[in-house]
């Protein structure tokens, strides 16, 4: 079963990554980078997934929780069927890719272990940190490109996605960066910067709006759990050094 769980989850995230690639192509043309940014992140999770990469597993749960997220939306307009699909087709991704059995194709094979050698701590901690970048980063991609980027939001996604190549590489400052981004999403959502700007998820290149609002900037800040995350380790780590 974990193979069959496994192959229906990269059916589902290759689904997305043709769909967020079409809305790119054939969408409005202001939307064209947000779209192109959300296809290369759910193609890196669908890569990833396949080749085994020892921390794609926890990568592409949090792709699957962005989504679900999104099912909160049912609360407030009831059940649409377009947003009822985009939630639950992104928990069946999470969902398939739970237990012990898939675990043990990622980040407890025995290729991870002889090639990394990690200890259960730091696995915990990098699992931690993946969840929160895979949950967040397509909210700062949502808030960073679309429709119009100025040189804050620009920033912001230069760091997030200078960021999420340290943390996959297991470097700090790959959170640090991804904490400065969520410090400039969290700064223009109360303001500072003048007015927020609006974000808006579609589904589909001629319409199908998900949701739109001022509020993907402060979605985006929530990039900040994933250096958060970290801190209690580094700062017992400084603790014995000094």
């Known amino acids: 079963m974990v193979g069959l769980r496994r192959a229906l989850a990269l059916l589902l995230l290759g689904f997305y990554v043709t769909q967020f690639a079409m809305t790119a192509w054939l969408g409005p043309d202001e939307m064209f980078a947000a779209y192109l940014g959300l296809a290369l992140c759910y193609g ?13 597993r926890w990568f592409a749960m949090g792709v699957g929780n962005f989504g679900s997220l999104l099912l909160l939306v049912l609360f407030k307009v009831g059940l649409e069927p377009m947003i009822a699909f985009f939630g639950f087709t992104h928990l069946a991704i999470a ?39 895979g949950s967040t980063i397509p909210f700062l991609i949502l808030y960073a490109l679309a429709p119009r980027p100025d040189a804050i939001q620009i920033t912001a996604m230069v760091l997030g996605a ?73 700062i017992r780590f400084l603790r014995r050094a000094a």
């Open 95 to 133: 969902v398939f890719l739970l237990g012990e059995g898939m675990a043990a194709r990622y980040e407890h094979s025995e290729a991870t272990a002889e090639r990394w050698n990690f200890q259960e701590e730091s696995l915990l901690l990098m699992r931690r940190a993946t969840l929160s970048a």
């Open 44 to 56: 890196l999770a669908f890569i990833g997934l396949g080749a085994e990469w020892f921390w794609a």
């Open 162 to 234: 200078v960021g999420l190549g340290g943390l996959l590489a297991r470097r700090t400052w790959g959170a640090l960066a991804l904490g400065g981004a969520g410090l400039l999403a969290f700064a223009d959502a109360i303001g500072t910067f003048g007015a927020p700007p609006v974000g808006y998820l579609l589904l589909s290149p001629h319409g199908g709006l998900i949701v739109h609002g001022a509020a993907f900037a402060w979605l985006a800040s929530l990039v900040l759990l994933v250096p958060a995350g970290l801190a209690p380790a580094c």
